[in-house]
């Protein structure tokens, strides 16, 4: 009974036998009975009476007896043919339709009951959920099969659903999952389902003890497991019971400790669920299993393991887990990389797509020795970790989790704690210990630091324990050597640069000690050690005759000429190796003493003695003696039939010997004889000073030529021209032929020849002048004849010789052709026209050259003859076109006009007449030679007297002539002409008259002369004039 309710619950028992064999013939019935009072509104007139509804409700637990009808949903004392689709039965009094099989939906009675349904199915669903304490949990959910999800089929029920669903939602009725014995129900609106993976996780979690209290401390309250599955989705989709967010499961594993407490194989099903329910929410989870630097299993979130200074990672075998797992306990710092455990590790291998996933978002890292090695070996810059993964390469190299190739692999990048306690990643050589090195010994301290020689610390020496591995003493040092190749001299390779312990005296110990050294560095090859082979060469620490001394200054004799070039020199003490010192065994590096500038030969001591000659020239201390001694040196040398060969090439290229130009070397000097005396003249070159040296130096000819200098001119001509010098003075005939030889020998004669032409040095007729002004032609050239200022060579000063050096002068500029002598004439000539100095001797030898010459008159005189103003003519010096040469004819005209007449018999040409011989020639140059060729000269010179007394008859005719030679030449005469005739000079019967003002009488016409006027000359017009009748036509 429930009193405070007005109801009352009981169980009932149904039984009945089924049509169908495999249906229940038992039900058990769980029935609510609560009265509700009637509702005004609801009162009917056939249960005036009534005042209250009494509503059961019953739920079968199982299923329902039907015996093959139709499952009623509601009774009225008797079943309906009802189907409501709810999972209960609702009995009340109903009004029922005639028929019985259905109630009256319209009814307000039936409505009044059907509004109470609902709250008689929450306080019965109520009961039953919460009543039983002792009730099993996995019990309860079943009972939510009786909340009506599904829609009912009548539609005027379906609002009793709803009003269920909303009472329900309104309850604290849904089973929450417990974390003690104390049972939990929320609203569903306060609950959330997890997902089926995650309950299995949390389930198996569970039965291994691990707490899950903080189940419902993320703001939601979770369903009860046994209620959050498949089998009750509907009802739970129904009252909105929603799975919680993806950001819920990164809070519950963040706050409890899942990840870390279950095992393995549950963590690796945790890891699943991840994966296939990746969200960004998850990225800062801690959720990846490690180990941390204490060796703590501690977890990762997947931001560190991806983002952040460490990698998650695993080993790749199965059997170095453990190995590296120890060892990154001391290199985590450096490796960077967190261990999972090595359970964990081997679950992880069993599920292929946990670890793929791993892999590819997380990054995880599947890592072996060598790899774990070659990350670690990167980022090493302590000293204890470097010396910490040296210890680990040689264990794991010894207890074979290494290859030795791998381990030879990793060493290459291996850096080294030095003996400074720094560690350096780059080097060239790696020294041992300075404590248990012979190069120390030699060297004294590191002297080719700057070139990465790094010298290991005496920390590789001690015995050391890591990672609960123990190193005795030197087994590290003999690891590094065997595999990092830390070596000791004689078997380091050096640096090609100097050390400083070779410049002071060494141990016969330590000198053995070097060669050795050498001979090792020989067989690896020394091209490229120049400096640190040099300091050997010149340091001051092998032990010889004379005190320590550079190798490059020393010698072993290898025969015995060491005794007798000490004998026979006193110019310089040789260095020999002391042999009584080092002993006999020093012989056996006589390549190695060699490499380093020892030297073993006759030849080797030859040149020796010359450059310390040379030193002494250097410095200006080489004596007249020291030049005497290493002369009769030389020839001793030749007596005793030993090569001076070496000697005189040490000594030739210095600059040793005075002479008149200063210190020159041998082949730059020599030595005067009377060969070179003529060359002396013309030349200024380094001959041996005899005034230093005396003229004894003349009696060492042979060792002179031995040691280069010249001996003898031997027709050293570009000698000469090299050091030409033009003499100040005149030149000898010598001297001369000598200059023209030198230009005829010359390589390149160019700079000679700029020199001697700017010299007056070669003789003419006309005195000393330079080449560009002298000529060397035949005397018989006609040409000579023309002007007298050509300077021409004089041959008689010379010879004929000089002849045959026609090629050379040219060169040097003198004019050797006709038409070089033809230019300078043609130019003399013009200046002669240009200040009017021309003569008639001039004039008639030109005349005389060109009839010789004929075709080969030069081109610049044929020009000159032919343009310029050298003709003396009446009128003055006109060019040939602009002469006329004086005959007979010319007289009578020449009274009444002005020509240019080149007139044979005037005092220019000495009244000789002889240019008249040159008729021909002065044609050829342009002179008009005949009367009928000059009418245009009469025209233009025509010029009446003012007396027209003085004019004959002759003249006029001579004039009319020459108009009647125009024809055909000219249509009509010129104005100036017409102009100049326009006086009166013609006689007529009426005295003088202009030639418009005249009659010429013709007896054809039948006249008299009587008719016309008088003229005391027709007579003569008329016997003379008639065939000039059609020119004095003209001059009307």
Known sequence: MRKNLNAESYTLHLAAQEVDK????????????????????????????????????????????????????IFSFLPTEMVTGFPFIIQADFLLVSSRESILLDSPWNQGILSCAASAFINAFVTLVKGADDAPSFSVPYLFNFVPVKSSSIPQLDSVRLSIKEKVAAEHIIPCEPYTSQRIFCKPSEVSRLIPAFWNVLIKAQKFGVDTRSLHSHGRHIVNSYFDNEEYDQVLGFLGVEYVEKAW????????????????????????????????????????????????????????????????????????????????????????????????????????????????????????????????????????????????????????????????????????VDDYGHVTVQRTQLLMPAKVSKWAGLLGSNPWRAERYVVLCTEYLSPRAFAGTHTSEGQILRFLQSHVKASDIPHVYPPDAAFTSVNSPLTKENAFLLLEWIRNIRSKGTNELQN?????????????????????????????????????????????????????????????????????????????????????????????????????????????????????????????????HGYK???????????????????????????????????????LDLLGVLVGFNKNYQLVVDNFKMPTSFTSSHATIFILECVRHA???????????????????????????????????????????????????????????????????????????????????????????????????????????????????????????????????????????????????????????????????GHSNEIYNYKNELKNFGVVVDFKSGAEFVIKGVCIPKNPSVI?????????????????????????FMKSISKSWLKTTMGYKSPGE????????????????????????????????INLKKLE
């Open 22 to 73: 495999n249906d229940e013939e038992a039900c058990c019935y769980y029935t609510w009975k609560q009265k509700f009072p009637v509702k005004p509104e609801s009162i009917v007139k056939k249960r005036m009476e009534v005042e209250e509804w009494v509503i059961t409700l019953a739920f079968p637990y199982g299923r329902r007896l039907n015996r093959g009808m139709k499952l009623s949903g």
């Open 249 to 416: 499961y990164g809070k519950f594993i963040a706050s409890s400790n899942v990840a870390k407490e279950v095992p393995d194989d549950i963590y690796v099903v945790l890891l699943h669920f991840f994966a296939h329910n990746w969200d960004n929410c998850f990225i800062d989870l801690p959720l990846l299993k490690s180990f941390d630097a204490s060796g703590c299993v501690s977890l990762l979130s997947v931001r560190k393991a991806t983002n952040g200074c460490q990698r998650l990672c695993i080993a790749q075998d199965d059997d170095s887990i453990s190995w590296l797992i120890k060892w990154n306990q001391e290199l985590m710092s450096a490796s960077n990389l967190c261990f999972m455990p090595q359970s964990t590790q081997k679950a992880l291998k069993l599920s292929r797509g946990v670890l793929v996933w791993l892999q590819e978002s997380v990054n995880l890292q599947l890592v072996s020795v060598q790899d774990y090695g070659s990350k670690v070996v990167k980022a090493l810059t302590d000293r204890r970790l470097v010396i910490a993964f040296t210890h680990f390469l040689y264990h794991s190299l010894i207890n074979d989790y290494a290859s030795d190739w791998c381990v030879r692999q990793l060493c290459s990048s291996l850096p080294i």
């Open 532 to 660: 640190f082979l040099n300091c050997i060469r010149t340091g001051n620490w092998l032990k010889t005759s004379i005190g320590y001394k550079p190798p490059s200054e020393s010698f072993l004799p290898s025969s015995g000429w060491g005794n007798l070039l000490q004998i026979s020199s006193v110019l310089v003490d040789i260095p020999l190796v002391n042999q009584q010192f080092y002993g006999k065994n020093i012989k056996d590096y006589a390549e190695e003493l060699k490499v380093i500038g020892v030297r073993f030969e006759f030849c080797q001591a030859s040149e020796y003695i010359g450059k310390h000659l040379m030193d002494l020239a250097a410095h200006s201390i080489l004596t007249r003696g020291n030049v005497y001694s290493l002369l009769k040196l030389i020839r001793y040398l030749r007596e005793m039939q030993l090569s001076p060969k070496y000697l005189i090439q040490s000594v030739k290229n210095g600059r040793w010997l005075q002479t008149s």
């Open 665 to 703: 070397t041998p082949s730059e000097s020599i030595l005067h004889d009377s060969e070179w005396t003529i060359a002396s003249q013309v030349s200024s070159l380094p001959f041996i000073d005899t005034n230093s040296y005396g003229e004894e130096i003349v009696g060492y000819r042979t060792e």
């Open 747 to 909: 390589r390149a004669p160019d700079k000679l020849i700029e020199k001697t032409r700017q010299t007056k040095w070669l003789k003419t007729h006309l005195g000393y002048k330079t080449p560009s002004e002298s000529f060397l032609v035949a005397s018989e050239v006609c040409l000579l004849s023309v002007v007298n200022g050509v300077p021409i060579i004089d041959e008689g000063f010379y010879g004929s010789r000089i002849r045959s050096y026609e090629e050379e002068l040219k060169k040097i500029g003198v004019g050797v052709v006709i038409d070089d002598l033809s230019k300078v004439i043609a130019t003399q000539l013009k200046q002669l026209v240009a200040s009017s100095s021309v003569t008639s001797k001039n004039v008639l030898a030109l005349l005389a050259c060109y009839r010789k010459m004929g075709s080969t008159f030069p081109a610049d005189l044929l020009a000159f003859t032919r343009h310029e103003k050298w003709l003396h003519t009446r009128l003055g010096f006109r060019s040939p076109k602009d002469s006329i040469l004086l005959d007979t004819e010319w007289e009578s005209i020449s009274s009444i006009a002005s020509l240019p007449l080149i007139d044979g018999n005037s005092s220019f040409y």
């Open 952 to 976: 004959t008859r002759a003249n006029v005719l001579s004039l009319l002539k020459c108009i009647q030679n125009l024809k055909g030449k000219m249509e009509v005469l010129p104005n100036e």
């Open 998 to 1029: 005249c009659l010429l009488f013709d007896p054809k016409w039948g006249l008299q002369r009587e008719d016309g006027p008088p003229s005391s000359m027709m007579n003569f017009m008329a016997q003379r004039l008639n065939p000039t009748r």
